[in-house]
């Protein structure tokens, strides 16, 4: 089944504590994106890969960063993790060309930050 | 930059109704648009979209109009179903190669029996 998957679904941790959220798809997808939801905000971009190796930041990245050394894999990393990134974050994958083709959405990762 | 903003944070209609979730969009040079449907507990779901060559797209028993001129999009549901109920992002990207995008704030569609 292709699919998008996110580990953990939730997590509450502490500020401070570096956490990393997993991102894998099996649609031999070139494009991943992190997003993020907040209430009256809708999802904003935080990062984007093009390709292996190929990352940007999108419209919110301040705190996060990303690798992307696999094709199927695109973890999201909180070095400090503050309450101000207290979300519900998607991950989401398309083919070559990005946001022109449909994204696949994950299930979500629900963070609390206390 | 690009701001993208749906008119009505809820939309209530009886089952069978029309719909017609409304969005608007402020950069004239956005060139892709798309509805997703999100369902409690989910993430988003593509419905359908739309490039700005084009006004109109038809789906199964969806619809989006765009009017590059006033910079308005929207997404019609015909004979409306309680399966239909969700929140409607609307999303809009710049043909920049197509990295970005943007969505709106979200219309939580209710159907009732």
């Known amino acids: 089944e292709a699919q998008v998957t996110q580990n953990p679904r939730y997590l509450i941790t502490v500020t401070g504590k570096k956490l990393t959220v997993t991102c894998s798809q099996n649609?031999?997808?070139?494009?991943m994106s992190w997003y993020r939801q907040d209430p009256g905000l809708g999802l904003r971009q935080i990062y984007y890969?093009?390709?292996?190796?190929?990352?940007d930041k999108g419209d919110v990245p301040e705190g996060y960063k990303v690798s992307r050394k696999e094709k199927r894999n695109f973890p999201l990393i909180l070095e400090s993790p503050s309450p101000n990134q207290t979300s519900l974050y998607f991950c989401?994958?398309?083919?070559?060309?990005?946001?022109?083709?449909?994204?696949?959405f994950g299930p979500g990762t629900r963070l609390t930050v206390t | 930059g690009e701001s993208v903003g749906l008119h009505l944070p809820t939309l209530s209609v009886q089952e069978g109704d029309n719909s017609i979730i409304n969005c608007a969009y402020s950069?004239?040079?956005?060139?892709?648009f798309i509805w997703y449907k999100q369902e409690s507990g989910k993430g988003p779901q593509f419905i359908i979209d739309?490039?700005?060559?084009?006004d109109k797209r038809q789906g199964q028993r969806v619809t989006v109009l765009l009017n590059k001129t006033v910079k308005h999009l929207s997404l019609q549901i015909a004979a409306t179903q309680p399966g239909d109920s969700a929140v409607y992002f609307c999303?809009?990207?710049?043909?920049?190669?197509?990295?970005?995008?943007?969505f709106g704030t979200g219309t939580r569609l209710l159907v009732s029996p």
């Open positions: 989401a994958s398309s083919p070559l060309g990005g946001v022109a083709y449909e994204q696949y």
């Open positions: 649609m031999n997808h070139e494009y």
């Open positions: 890969s093009m390709n292996v190796e190929v990352t």
């Open positions: 950069n004239s040079a956005s060139d892709y």
């Open positions: 739309i490039r700005s060559n084009m």
């Open positions: 999303a809009v990207a710049l043909n920049t190669g197509f990295q970005k995008l943007v």
